[in-house]
């Protein structure tokens, strides 16, 4: 079987010599397979591309493409896909917290029939507390309201079947989720579990605010519900003011004396004044969205590769 293996890179000197060793102690334990390293330089601005260079001369299996700038790791994905030309294809984190030695076991289930070989997180010790606590969150919310279920800790680490790629790319859309997709397409999908292990070197390039526009994107690209829930609110909250109105008419008519209504007054304005923006924030992002899909704009452009055919995407 020819495997592609495709590994998005942003500022990894550090990490990539210790990825090449371990993809090279794969390739030795997988001899009945023909392996690839695609590397996806994400617009670097340390050392990884001279890296890569290197490693093409030395190494036929290396394969790279670099982009002109940081695209972000959606569209390395996706330049990675669009280039692989093999029966089976794998995309892996360059940091080594995707074990490349856990290929084998992938490659085991395609071998017996499956399709997709996911991998999925059951432990981050890792990350901290709070992160962790957050990723839950993703999932729970993710899977109650867009259209697409996705186990939690599940990864962008997996191999797949041609057929399951040619269905990936066969999705045009410039806002990409990848995690999404994969679960949208379907196939069969085998999922093997395995616990989180430390960056073996530099810096993760994720913080809260990446974190957070990753997970909104995820709920927005494949559900129209927030919309829908935003218009129940509205009439929840409508119902909520007739019957508070209606309240004041009779307490008024029955002479009743109510309290100074100053506080509420302030009150109620802050909280729709709050839904208010929300909901238009709401509406902004996917107009946003539509706006960004309309323009048509490559999702990434190549500046350098030692692929025989690529095209901007």
């Not at 030309?85 to 080594?96: Q, V």
Request: with cysteine; net charge negative.
């Amino acid at each position: 079987m020819r495997v592609d293996l495709i590994i998005p890179c942003y500022n990894e000197e550090e990490a990539l010599p210790f990825l090449y060793d371990a993809l090279q102690e794969l390739a030795q334990n997988e001899p009945a397979h023909s392996m690839r390293f695609l590397f996806v330089d994400d617009g670097s601005s340390d050392r990884t591309l001279f890296l890569l260079r290197e490693l093409a001369e030395k190494d036929e299996r290396v394969r790279y493409l670099s982009f002109s700038r940081n695209f972000g790791k959606e569209a390395a994905m996706l330049a990675g896909l669009r280039a692989a030309d093999a029966d089976a294809t794998g995309i892996l984190d360059a940091d080594m917290q995707h074990p490349p030695a856990l290929v084998s076991t992938m490659l085991r289930a395609l071998e017996q029939g499956a399709d997709i070989a996911a991998a999925r997180r059951t432990l981050r010790k890792s990350q901290p507390s709070l992160y962790r606590l957050g990723a839950e969150l993703f999932y729970k919310l993710s899977n109650r309201f867009s259209d697409v279920h996705m186990p939690e800790g599940a990864q962008d680490f997996r191999l797949m079947r041609k057929k399951v790629v040619d269905a990936i790319l066969a999705m045009p859309e410039y806002h990409r989720f990848s995690k999404g997709i994969f679960s949208w397409v379907g196939f069969d999908t085998v999922w093997i579990e395995h616990t989180d292990t430390e960056r073996v070197a530099g810096k993760t390039k994720w913080n809260f605010f990446s974190s957070f526009q990753y997970a909104i994107d995820g709920m927005l690209s494949f559900s129209t519900k927030p919309l829908s829930m935003m218009v129940l609110v509205g009439l929840i909250i409508s119902l909520i003011g007739f019957l508070y109105a209606l309240y004041v008419v009779i307490t008024t008519l029955s002479g009743v004396e109510s309290a100074p209504g100053f506080p509420t007054l302030v009150s109620l304005i802050l909280f729709f004044s709050g839904i208010t923006i929300l909901s238009i924030g709401l509406m902004g992002l996917y107009v946003a969205r539509i706006y960004l899909e309309v323009k048509a704009r490559p999702h990434y452009l190549i500046a350098e590769t030692n692929l025989q055919e690529t095209h901007h995407g």
